[in-house]
């Protein structure tokens, strides 16, 4: 069999791992969009390695964007076989696909109109329609179920603790096995669950996301409540971009459980992300799933306010102080953020509280680096605001967690392969599996095919 590096390697962006069967059977891992620096974001426009029309099938991780943005456009390219995920990834990639599309529309439109596009006219990778027209070819599957793909092809889902729905993957194919860790969870997150134990296998995909970190050991709500507390003395503007998909679930229920202190009660919390509400009711409707019962999301759900239209969230940027304002996208790459940040981020007296990672060459990674101004919309704002990076609420496993999982296997994997991290990440995590465990992991590059 062979492993093909398509994406997601060198880089925690565009996630793609093709798996071909002796026999010829082509099943690809994850089909994500790249996102970040501008020579990846161009590889979405590219030629693909392999013909579309010839998959045998796509199974996918979870929903993120980085591993499933590039469906509508691989179903657009020819792709007509099944694409397999759980129940949850499939109601979420409803969500978010469609979304997606209609954010390239605007983005295209919105250039085209202010004229700071170098296309002419800028064309949308895929619109709205194409979204929701790649949606008939997804298969739901169960977790812990075996279920074939082709004649000496199977797998099975296992659930990974990232987000909801999110999975790893085992595929046995030509009597070995291949996992794919897609993004794994950490053991205690404050809404998942712990990661199920790594089963034996042949061979091993693994992230490398936070592979050359330690997550802090300190509590997210403890910390957050510290900057909170400085916010209302100052009547500041919190404005925190998140992942519509988990984060943003997560912030709810951080901010949640400090406004159980009668002292932080009264601080207006705003979620203005319409998707990022969407999500959140899918949390509700699948607390089977995760830590909160049903009672509980709606106790957490219930203590924030969800800003809807777009003259609500125009509204928001004329009022004061102190009120958070937890708004899409994560990265501020796009979104109703922006406007938010434009509007609040010259004032020193606010704060932006990203509260995960920031991809190289993304507006997050440039307002965290500490530059003093950041372009929106084609032009230069000024960054006053304190800039706070928070760590602590990763959906990532860092190095050592990363290790505890492996250590739950029965047998040490033939090959590890270690991607979805930049180098440096990649690098560290292999040292370290390689002192704690003493096992070889190998490190590919993006584009290298590998015979197993
Ligand atoms: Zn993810």
Redesign the pocket.
């Known amino acids: 069999m062979k492993l093909s590096f398509l994406g997601g390697a060198s880089t925690v962006t565009g996630s793609k791992t093709l798996l071909e069967s002796a026999s010829g059977d082509q099943i690809l891992v994850d089909c994500g969009l790249f996102q970040g620096l501008k020579n990846l974001r161009l590889k979405n426009r590219a030629d693909l390695e392999f013909d579309p029309k010839k998959l045998t099938a796509i199974l996918l991780?979870?929903a993120?964007l980085?591993?499933s943005g590039y469906i509508p456009l691989i179903v657009k390219k020819g792709f007509k076989g099944p694409i397999y995920c759980t129940k949850a990834t499939y109601e979420l990639c409803k969500i978010l696909l469609a979304d997606s599309g209609y954010l390239q529309e605007e983005e295209a439109k919105y250039a085209n109109l202010k004229g700071f596009t170098k296309h002419h006219p800028a064309e949308p990778l895929y619109t709205q329609e194409d979204a929701k027209n790649s949606l008939k070819y997804f298969k739901v599957i169960k977790d812990h179920k075996v279920f074939d793909i082709a004649p000496n092809i199977n797998a099975c889902f296992y659930n990974a603790g990232?987000?909801l729905g999110?999975s790893f993957i085992k595929i046995t194919i030509d009597h070995k096995t291949v996992i794919f860790s897609?993004?794994l969870g950490r053991p205690h997150d404050l809404v998942m669950n712990p990661p199920d134990p790594l089963p034996k296998c042949d061979y091993l995909i693994l992230e490398s996301t936070y592979g050359d970190r330690e997550h802090p050991k300190t509590d997210a709500i403890t910390e957050i409540k510290a900057i909170v507390q400085q916010a209302i003395d100052k009547k500041s503007v919190v404005i925190v971009p998140a992942f519509a998909v988990?984060r943003a679930q997560t912030l709810l229920y951080v901010f949640s459980e400090i406004k159980k202190d009668p002292a932080f009660k009264n601080i207006p919390v705003y979620l203005n992300s319409p998707m990022a509400t969407k999500v959140t009711e899918l949390y509700c409707e699948n607390s089977k799933e995760h830590k909160l019962s049903a009672e509980q999301c709606e106790a957490v759900f219930g203590s924030a306010n969800y800003v809807q239209s777009v003259e609500e969230s125009i509204a928001l940027n004329s009022k004061n102080g102190p009120m958070i304002i937890i708004s899409a996208s994560g990265m501020a790459t796009g979104g109703r953020v922006l406007h938010h940040l434009k509007q609040f981020m010259p004032d020193p007296n606010n704060f932006i509280l990203f509260s995960g990672y920031q991809a190289p060459g993304t507006r997050g990674e440039t307002i965290v680096s500490g530059k003093d101004k950041v372009k929106i919309h084609g032009q230069y704002h000024s960054v006053k605001s304190q800039v706070i990076q928070l760590d602590t609420l990763s959906?990532?496993a860092d190095a050592n967690e990363m290790i505890e999982w492996l250590k739950t296997t029965k047998a040490k994997p033939q090959n590890i392969f270690i991607n979805h991290g930049e180098a440096k990440a990649s690098d560290e995590l292999r040292k370290q599996i390689k002192e704690q465990l003493e096992w070889d992991a190998y490190i590919p590059l993006l584009g290298e095919t590998k015979e197993l």
Request: glycine share 16%; net charge negative.
């Open positions: 991780t979870h993120h980085d591993h990232h987000i999110s897609g993004d988990g959906a990532h």
